[in-house]
């Protein structure tokens, strides 16, 4: 990937790269009732292990600890105990770049060398860290930098956990023991909207989004996560029942011929089924309603005809249209539409009673823009292997 030379500014990290630890188990990613089985079997009392794991849990997810030794509240044998059986540690930030607007894009090392993109967006308003959940995806939508990278696995939950840790630790957002409270969040939504589907590694997503919503530590609400799927209709209804967080589809199309060439997987759950999942989804209401996000191809599904199909089939679902303009990567198959072919569409869902806000691109850049998430390196690698 080729990268203009300014306004970015960019930093290749050269840390070393870390050995594994044997034996040790790695804290971050685990729930509560693991962390608790996992301090009892290292060797707390059963009777002490609820206490334990609140102080624990408070250092590393409140105050953003990752030095047993510094843990002031326990005791000095304790915190041995606890740095002979575990670590605290996050995935390697390889690289990080800056766009002109601000958004911050990390290429991120986790286990057996893999790479994934994080992107954080500040804004006025808030500030939304979009984070991955797969290395790579299966999904091969055509308009979707992405999804031209073939999927190599699920992220483990402490992965994902470790990608808000790691934008953390970046902006300097972690509380100052002593200092004055701030309540000023820098990361103040996240969106599972990065590399991967996350319904198809729903477990581990859950279970890190469970840490991350926890009010003893990074407590971010319910509805400051978004999870983004494709349209994996037999998760869809677990999103609501185990996450809670809010949903959104990326949807994309108005035809089932169109939708899929745009996004395969509805050969498998065509628009008709998805929609009737999405009716059903629990606690869906005016307050809480889903996304429907809906990139804008020149010429392939910006017609006024194809604002007024997706009317109709919004209709019975609280709802709002996110328009996303088409952003372009090298051998993209497809061109953005025009400004005033976007307005046009966008007229016709508001005026139908939907807001249709147009996403304005972020990071394009330094490719961290909606769609263009793809490791950097995966490009090099196939250069080396022609070589």
Known sequence: MTLPAAPITQDVLTLPRKLPQGGLTNIVGLTRDQLRDALIAAGTPEKQARMRLGQVWQWVYHWGMRDFAAMTNLARDYRALLAANFVIELPEVVTRQVSADGTRKYLVRIAGGHEVEVVYIPETDRGTLCISSQVGCTLTCSFCHTGTQKLVRNLTAGEIVGQVMLARDDLGEWPVQGAPKDETRLISNIVLMGMGEPLYNFENVRDA????????????????????????VPEIARTATEIGCLLAVSFHATTDAVRDQLVPINKKWNIATLLDALRDYPGLSNSERITFEYVMLDGVNDSKEDAWRLVELLRGIPAKVNLIPFNEWPGAPYKRSSGNRIHAFADIIHNAGYASPIRTPRGEDIMAACGQLKSATEKQRRSVRAI
């Open 209 to 232: 989004m469970k840490i991350v919503m926890d009010g003893e530590g990074i407590a971010l609400g319910r509805r400051r996560i978004t999870l983004s799927t494709s349209g994996v």
